[in-house]
């Protein structure tokens, strides 16, 4: 599933094209698409709005309309992209805007998964989400209350988007690695040291991510269409019983949460 560097990379790619147009169409193949309308209830909403701005929050997509705001949840296998209307539909094409300048934004998706919102205010989505990782909000202080007033597992806690919002399998597992620390730990459990690795770790490893366009292991690609590439550069995710790159242990994987973790079991403690 993509995580915070992809979808955030995923809306740098779209602001270009997408600024400053007006939606004229929407079609819809797959109804259940749509989590928060009708297919007429949703094109009723959003024909005649022009897109003001695209960010992400969490790994959600927002387009900032006119009036209210589109969400974009891609989960396993979305994908957008910004093609000419006369480009022939593709078989998982499910939801299609017509806009202005005689392009469509395409919404694809094999598994299904993934939905599309329109909300007057997007903090009906995502306004229960955890701080953002990369903001000036987060801060290790911020980490260590959160971490404290928890009872758990590392590894899951940094996958709940309450806890911190964008981190997924791919980059927890890459900032326990970096932060020294075992997927195992308490979150209870940290000294403050400690608490100062797991902050630098989470930001390192989706700054990792982020200066190399995301990873594209499976379905995710890049607003034009291009792969992202810090699947070559994974420190420990996806490298089972290859070495680890700071002590040479074979990185050992484990089902915890019931998610793979891919740590050191030598210098992650
Ligand atoms: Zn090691």
Redesign the pocket.
């Given at each position: 599933m993509p995580e915070l560097p992809e979808v955030e990379t995923i809306a740098r790619g779209l602001r270009q094209p997408l600024i400053g147009r007006t939606i004229t169409g929407v079609s819809v193949d797959w109804p259940r698409s749509v989590a928060t309308h009708t297919v007429e209830g949703l094109r009723a909403e959003l024909i005649g709005q022009r897109i003001e701005g695209i960010r992400r929050r969490a790994k959600y997509l927002i387009f900032d309309l006119s009036t209210g705001a589109l969400l974009i949840h891609l989960k396993m296998t979305g994908r957008l992209a910004v093609v000419p209307a006369d480009e022939p539909r593709a078989a998982h094409d499910h939801v299609v805007f017509d806009l202005d300048d005689g392009r469509q934004l395409r919404f694809s998706d094999a598994r299904k998964f993934g939905r599309v919102y329109w909300v007057p205010d997007p903090e009906w989505i995502v306004g229960g989400l955890g701080p953002e990782p990369l903001s000036e909000e987060f801060t290790p202080e911020l980490l260590r209350q959160r971490l404290a007033g928890r009872s758990r597992q590392l590894k899951p806690l940094l996958l709940d988007q309450t806890f911190v919002a964008g981190v997924g399998n791919i980059y927890a597992n890459e900032a326990l690695w970096l932060a020294g620390l075992s997927p195992l730990r308490r979150s209870d459990s940290l000294t403050d040291q400690e608490v100062e690795q797991l902050y630098q770790g989470i930001r390192q490893a989706l700054r990792r991510g982020l200066a190399h366009g995301g990873s594209s292991i499976n379905w995710y690609r890049q607003a034009d269409g291009s792969k992202g590439h810090y699947q070559e550069e994974f420190l420990v995710h996806d490298r089972a019983a290859r070495p680890?790159p700071?002590?040479?242990?074979p990185i050992q994987r484990a089902m915890i949460g019931q998610r793979s973790s891919f740590y050191?079991p030598?210098?992650?403690v």
């Open positions: 680890c700071r002590c040479g242990t050191c030598n210098c992650q």
